[in-house]
T-cell receptor
Framework: NAGVTQTPKFRILKIGQSMTLQCAQD?????MYWYRQDPGMGLKLIYY???????DKGEVPNGYNVSRSTTEDFPLRLELAAPSQTSVYFC????????????FGQGTRLTVV | GNSVTQMEGPVTLSEEAFLTINCTYT??????LFWYVQYPGEGLQLLLK?????DKGSNKGFEATYRKETTSFHLEKGSVQVSDSAVYFC?????????????FGGGTRLMVKP
């Protein structure tokens, strides 16, 4: 079972460049999430979605955008990369709300130089 | 706001040793509490959870009890194995809506030596 798949696994960006982090799940989950994890810190919620066509901001949304055109896919867009966005990014999904088990992808390690 | 504090790692133990990873939280009301584990090169996965005071979550030999009076959810295992080497995250959530975000602690790395 694939579960939650993130691509790429690693990426180096120059300041001001743009990129899209891809996330796909094959469990037919309605809820999807993007988190970032900084060294020694817990995960912080960037954006979330409760279904196709519906997205909302989390705790740290500045500098990011998302879309949810299908149930399966939830890409995260960085428009103008900044060094502060150097982090590990995790996509997750769950069948119901945040009180239920979340399934995570393997993460994308992004470095902005 | 909500917050979770975990003991800093790394925690290094010998195989078959007893494990405790401390976790305390700050939240109003009665949050649900979780332990997630991240094995090397993988995403986080749910280890156990408890949804109300005095509940005990357990899985794979790990246990944690929801202590409202001390606002704690310490993770324990009686005899660790090398395969338990991973990063462990304590987390809480209030409510069941997607917008009620999981609040994570900083993670504790466990290293078990043969």
């Amino acid at each position: 079972n694939a579960g939650v798949t993130q691509t790429p696994k690693f990426r180096i960006l120059k300041i001001g460049q743009s990129m899209t982090l891809q996330c796909a799940q094959d469990m037919n989950h309605n809820y999807m999430y993007w988190y970032r994890q900084d060294p020694g810190m817990g995960l912080k919620l960037i954006y979330y979605s409760v279904g196709a066509g519906i997205t909302d901001k989390g705790e740290v949304p500045n500098g990011y955008n998302v879309s949810r055109s299908t149930t399966e896919d939830f890409p995260l867009r960085l428009e103008l990369a900044a060094p502060s966005q150097t982090s590990v990014y995790f996509c997750a999904s769950s069948q119901q709300g945040a009180g239920h088990e979340a399934f995570f992808g393997q993460g994308t390690r992004l470095t902005v130089v | 706001g909500n917050s979770v504090t975990q003991m800093e790692g790394p925690v290094t133990l010998s195989e078959e040793a007893f494990l405790t990873i401390n976790c305390t939280y700050t939240a109003t009301g009665y949050p649900s509490l979780f332990w997630y584990v991240q094995y090397p090169g993988e995403g986080l996965q749910l280890l156990l959870k408890a949804t109300k005071a005095d509940d005990k979550g357990s899985n794979k030999g790990f246990e944690a009890t929801y202590r409202k009076e001390t606002t704690s959810f310490h993770l324990e295992k009686g005899s660790v194995q090398v395969s338990d080497s991973a990063v462990y995250f304590c987390a809480l959530v209030k409510g069941n809506n997607a917008g009620n975000m999981l609040t994570f602690g900083g993670g504790t790395r466990l290293m078990v030596k043969p």
